[in-house]
């Protein structure tokens, strides 16, 4: 299975501040790469689909980059909505796997 | 627009079957894309169990494959999941999902699942 690794697991910010969340993959899966935000108590969300495609509806200040192994989560500017749990996961070949998770807390 | 709505019981006994069943809304399942499922034990991160591709093709993660069985029902515009002996480990949060090129767009609401005597 292909593992993946999210840094750091946790992240302090303020609202304004603008945040990297990082994904290692173990293995290249090109630009297959998703990254989902959870709140408490509810399903997860698609935020970026294929490293770097903003999926329908979601502000414009997400953005994702990387390809191989490495990708990268941005929020350009943090808004109090946006304190959640965000996850990637890869979907090069089954078994799909997430990461463990980064939680952003606010400061 | 799509919905997922999940049913089934939120207790089931160690050593007996896991069983939910996803309906789906605002899409036909038998028209595409891949059906699937996720869970999530409590305080833990998230868990692909396997996916059902609308032609029926199944997909399992390698450590349930064993005991899952995931199906689909045309007629009823619904797909299911089955888990077999379960134990204290399958508690968890358990969710359907639309899955688009491995990308999960749609999701159900979710059902805690409970394994306990």
């Known amino acids: 299975d292909i593992q993946m690794t999210q840094s750091p697991s946790s992240l302090s910010a303020s609202v304004g501040d603008r945040v990297t969340i990082t994904c290692r993959a173990s293995q290249s899966i090109s630009s297959r790469l998703n990254w989902y935000q959870q709140k408490p108590g509810k399903a997860p969300k698609v935020m970026i689909y294929e490293a770097s495609n903003l999926q329908s509806g979601v502000p414009s200040r997400f953005s994702g980059s990387g390809s191989g192994t490495d990708f990268t989560l941005t929020i350009s500017s943090l808004q109090p909505e946006d304190f959640a749990t965000y996850y990637c996961?890869?979907?090069?070949?089954?078994?799909?796997?997430f990461g463990q998770g980064t939680e952003l807390e606010i400061k | 627009q799509v919905q997922l709505q999940q049913s089934g019981p939120g207790l089931v006994k160690p050593s007996e079957t896991l069983s939910l069943t996803c309906t789906v809304s605002g899409y036909s399942i038998s028209s595409g894309y891949f059906w699937g499922w996720i869970r999530q034990p409590p305080g833990k991160g998230l868990e692909w169990i396997g996916s059902?591709?609308?032609?029926?093709?199944?997909y399992y993660s390698a450590s349930l494959k064993s005991r899952v069985t995931i199906s689909l029902d045309t007629s009823s515009n619904q797909f299911s999941l089955q888990l077999n002996s379960v134990t204290a480990a399958d508690t968890a949060v358990y969710y359907c999902?639309?899955?688009?090129?491995?990308?999960?767009?749609?999701w159900g609401q979710g059902t805690l699942v409970t394994v306990s005597t």
């Open positions: 996961q890869q979907s090069s070949v089954t078994p799909y796997t």
């Open positions: 059902i591709h609308h032609s029926g093709t199944t």
């Open positions: 999902a639309r899955s688009v090129s491995g990308s999960h767009d749609y």
